[in-house]
């Protein structure tokens, strides 16, 4: 019998586990879906239709202060429109019984809706201002808190249901796991005992060239393996013992040293996932690996930094950017940001890659050439556009509700609603403010996603950069002198014009103040200077606050970063949006930092002579 046969052989108890072991996962996995689903049909859809039905009793309730105000025919549409809403998910849910008194329930829902009909024809059809208001407060409410009050027992009956259904589903899988590691415990065993007995029979012979093999491995390219017969182990060992023949041969070689270690070094580079190439300081292309002639075919014979001679044009651009990064000797270049990334036309279609540089010293020290890899990052740039198209319709779906909450807060504040006392009012303030928070947070969510998606233009206009620094000041110099703090401006000896958006430069200005203010103690002080440098200006804001660790610098820009520890709350938004906006501009912005020492942040902006065309973004 051969030897592929035997081993074949060997290993058919092994698959016969496999396959029992396939067959009892299948039918658990099976068993733990099903348990899945019962929540899903029998929960879910009821917690739903409670939360939707909160809505619409809300929208209601909004409707009447609408026609209590005088806004009869708003109030009347936002009020048919809700009402259907309610009547369909109420239908849902009584057609949707699931849990133990969820019926009564559900009957007591509907009737306390009829009730609340029958209360909103009547105040519709009432025609005194002041009565409608009565009837507002007197009537209406509180049957619209009773309806509130019923579908929050719905929804508490049911998310208690997928609370203890869930825990049933986790008790079902303990076992169900227990289950499957015993029976792959016991196929493992069963399966590896029966290719032991086999394979212990096959391999037999084999140990004569295992003993060869290890003194080979210790040096000893002297020693031959002597094995009797003519079946594919001693045909093998013949092959075996030309192989050291070579190897002695090869070793005794210095050549054979070299192009080992180069063939090594070949190997692993050419199984990396990324392109890779190896360039001169020159720019020219030294070598790729195999991935990268695959994209890029015969053009890696030319330069990696002549137009044309690469394969996408915006790829050469961002080589350009790694390699004048390794160049000015600043070391390796490895860029986080997903915003660095760009995308090209490879065999598998677009993909979207990261280029990384890294320097290459010759014996004395010198760079001699730069590598560049290509990182393919196209599953996490795609990831990072769906969390942006996420990110902007949530934003989106939150404005609504937010204006309805501004609008009854400025209906209570304005107390057209009936008068209140200072303590109310006190607390509607506080909620206006909240209001306003969080307005600003999701304006800065949708400027910084448009911003990002490239849906937001720049308005440039030339621009004295001393008027904007004025005008910055003058908004903040009460809040600094709140605080206790000495805001001032170092001005050059001539003003400087910028070719800029105001409004967006303006709010670059405003988050680095206000966050110089926030991190500064009282006493202290923020200056602001303008530096001009050959091509740009260079704007500072400089305080003597708190500083940043050195841990933290290189993430400050990042969004939704927030430095550990630090007495200020925020979102960490505000320095990504000016991130990215003075990078519209064609500038960039860094900061230097001391913990204990102040911080200075700082932009550059193109001067006036060096602007960029208006494209926008």
């Known amino acids: 019998m051969l030897l592929k046969t035997k081993l074949l052989l060997a290993q058919v108890p092994l698959a016969l586990a496999l396959l029992v072991l396939g067959i009892v996962a299948v039918a658990t996995i099976g068993q733990l879906g099903s348990h899945s689903e019962r929540i899903l049909h029998d929960n879910y859809r009821s917690v739903l239709a409670a939360q939707r039905m909160k809505e619409a009793i809300e929208r209601m309730d909004s409707a009447a202060l609408f026609i209590a ?18 009547e369909e998910e109420l239908a849902v849910q009584v057609k949707n019984i699931t849990e133990k008194g969820e019926r009564e329930v559900s009957n007591a829902l509907a009737a306390r809706w009829r009730d609340y009909l029958t209360a909103y024809e009547n105040f519709i059809h009432e025609t005194s201002n002041e009565a409608l208001r009565d009837r507002v407060f007197s009537d209406l409410f509180p049957k619209f808190i009773a309806i509130k009050e019923g579908a929050d027992h719905i929804l508490s009956l049911n998310q208690d249901a997928m609370i203890r259904k869930s825990d049933e589903v986790r008790q079902v899988s303990q076992r169900l796991e227990r289950l499957i590691t015993f029976a792959a415990l016991v196929a493992a065993l069963a399966g590896i005992f029966a290719s032991i007995v086999l394979t212990t029979r096959i391999i037999r012979p084999l140990s004569v060239l295992t003993q060869t093999a290890r003194r080979i491995k210790e040096g000893d390219l002297a020693v031959r393996a002597r094995v009797e017969g003519s079946d594919e182990i001693a045909l093998l060992a013949q092959e075996f013992n030309t192989m050291t023949d070579s190897l002695d041969r090869y070793r005794r070689s210095s050549l054979g040293e070299l192009l080992q270690a180069q063939q090594a070094s070949q190997a692993a580079i050419d199984n990396l996932p990324d392109p890779v190439l190896a360039t001169n300081l020159e720019g020219r292309i030294l070598g790729a690996n195999r991935i990268a002639e695959a994209w890029f075919g015969p053009i890696l014979s030319g330069s990696c930094e002549e137009t044309g001679q690469n394969p996408e044009p915006v790829l050469t651009t961002a080589i350009k950017k790694a390699r004048k990064y390794v160049l000015a000797g600043k070391g390796a270049y490895r860029p986080s940001d997903l915003e660095d990334a760009v995308n090209i036309h490879a065999p598998e279609g677009e993909r979207s890659v990261l280029p990384l540089a890294v320097p290459v010293y010759d014996q004395n020290g010198n760079l001699a050439s730069v590598s560049l890899i290509l990182r393919d990052v196209t599953p996490q740039s795609k990831m990072d556009a769906m969390s942006k198209s996420l990110v902007a319709t949530f934003a989106h779906e939150f404005r609504t509700p937010l204006t309805s909450l501004h609008l009854a807060i400025h209906i209570l504040l304005d107390q057209l609603a009936g008068a209140m006392t200072e303590k109310q009012l006190d607390l509607i303030y506080a909620a206006r403010e909240d209001c306003e928070r969080l307005q600003n947070l999701v304006d800065d969510i949708l400027n910084l996603v448009r911003l990002q998606s490239g849906k937001i233009e720049l308005r440039r206009v030339v621009i004295r950069i001393f008027s904007i620094i004025k005008n910055i000041i003058d908004q903040h110099r009460l809040l600094a002198e ?84 630090s007495s200020w709350k925020g979102v960490g938004l505000g320095l990504a949006l000016a991130k990215n906006i003075i990078a519209a501009h064609g500038g960039e912005i860094g900061l230097s930092s001391q913990p204990g020492q102040g911080s200075t942040f700082w932009f550059t902006l193109p001067r006036l002579e060096n602007k960029p065309m208006d494209n926008g973004l």
């Open 69 to 86: 105000l005088g806004r009869r025919e708003q109030g009347k549409q936002l009020a048919l429109s809700n009402r259907k809403v309610f």
């Open 482 to 565: 709140e605080q206790g703090l000495d805001l001032a401006c170092v001005y050059p000896p001539f003003d400087e014009e910028v070719f800029a958006d105001p409004e967006r430069l303006e709010l670059v200005f405003a988050n680095l103040i206000t966050n110089a203010i926030r991190h500064t103690p009282a006493g202290g002080s923020i200056e602001i200077r303008v530096l001009p440098e050959k091509e740009f200006l260079r704007i500072e804001v400089k305080d003597t606050g708190e500083g940043i660790p050195l841990e933290y610098q290189s993430q400050i820009f990042e969004k939704y970063f927030q430095v550990s520890g």
